[in-house]
């Protein structure tokens, strides 16, 4: 069993990741973390917060982290989501989140003990990671990995024509993690691109599970009005069906200062002489989509 730490903006993917993850006997979710991206700081940990009380997982603590990007004063948010980060769809008020600041409790948890067998997944922008960082160098280096829904290696962006949302969202913040000396595994555009929900996938979730699936069908359907795409399921799924996935080990750089390529991500494969400096980041370029449809599935019609 995988212990994990869900940094998150939910979000509607971000949704169906927290699902997975909760409804998958392989992974522990230990605590979700909440970070400033689809939506403010305040709607995104309360979204947490609603989701795991849906779900049946009331018991997994949610923390509020950064509410903005490290240089910009106001977080770069979008309402792709809808305005409330869940396509509008009613799932109750949630019970209350803890007081601690996520990036306190992402500090202490790699501190402790049990720090070194803690895998952290960040499908949101890396501001709480970054800030853990800044205030603690060497510290992520001690997780046994970090799983990034992040950048593109090899296509363009979704948000400009340079970036994809989570790195332009904070860039600095990008670098900072890249720059640890952790083992980083990053989903980016080129692999979610890939993974698209279908409408039989759609029509089977909403008859063949409980109220917390019908529930995120509802959202799912909303969504997939303007993006198909369940760009956050992929690092979840990774800790699941590893073999699903193809990577590529090398090196890679994040554009973070500002102008038209802000976000930009810059990849060196490990075969290439002209690489600047040693492989830093496996960035994983493949998906058998079919599969992580059907796992999701499966997964998701088992929830209360």
Not at 70 to 98: M, Q, V
Not at 195 to 212: C, H, I, K
Request: charge should be negative; proline fraction near 6%.
């Amino acid at each position: 069993m995988t212990g994990i730490i869900l940094d998150c903006d939910p979000g509607v993917d971000d949704a169906i990741a927290l699902a997975l993850a909760v409804a998958s006997p392989e992974i522990r979710l230990r605590a979700v973390t909440a970070v400033a991206g689809n939506r403010p700081v305040e709607t995104t940990s309360r979204n947490a917060r609603r989701l795991l009380d849906l779900l049946g997982a009331g018991d997994i603590p949610v923390y509020a982290g950064a509410a903005r990007s490290l240089a910009y004063s106001e977080p770069r948010c979008s309402t792709s989501h809808g305005e409330d980060g869940l396509g509008g769809i009613d799932i109750g008020s949630g019970n209350s989140i803890g007081s601690d600041h996520a990036t306190d409790i992402i500090a202490a948890a790699l501190a402790g003990p049990q720090g070194a067998e803690l895998t952290l997944v960040a499908v949101g922008p890396l501001t709480n990671l970054a800030l853990v960082e800044i205030k603690y160098p060497g510290l992520l280096a001690r997780a046994a990995a970090i799983l990034v829904m992040g950048g593109a290696a090899f296509t363009a962006g979704n948000i400009t024509p340079a970036a994809e949302f989570n790195f332009w969202s904070d860039p600095l913040a990008a670098h900072v993690v890249l720059s640890s000396g952790a083992d980083l595994r990053i989903f980016g555009l080129d692999v979610t691109s890939r993974v698209a929900m279908t409408p039989d996938f759609l029509g089977r979730l909403a008859r063949g599970g409980g109220n917390s699936a019908r529930k995120l069908h509802d959202m799912l359907k909303v969504y997939g009005r303007s993006d198909p795409l369940l760009h956050d399921t992929c690092p979840v799924a990774f800790l699941v069906e590893p073999g699903m996935f193809t990577s590529e080990r090398g090196y890679m750089q994040i554009d973070w200062s500002p102008g038209l390529g802000e976000g930009r991500s810059h990849f060196w494969p490990e075969m290439m002489e002209t690489r600047p400096k040693p492989s830093n980041v496996s960035v994983v370029t493949h998906v058998d989509n079919g599969a992580l449809l059907t796992l999701l599935e499966e997964r998701l019609v088992r929830l209360p």
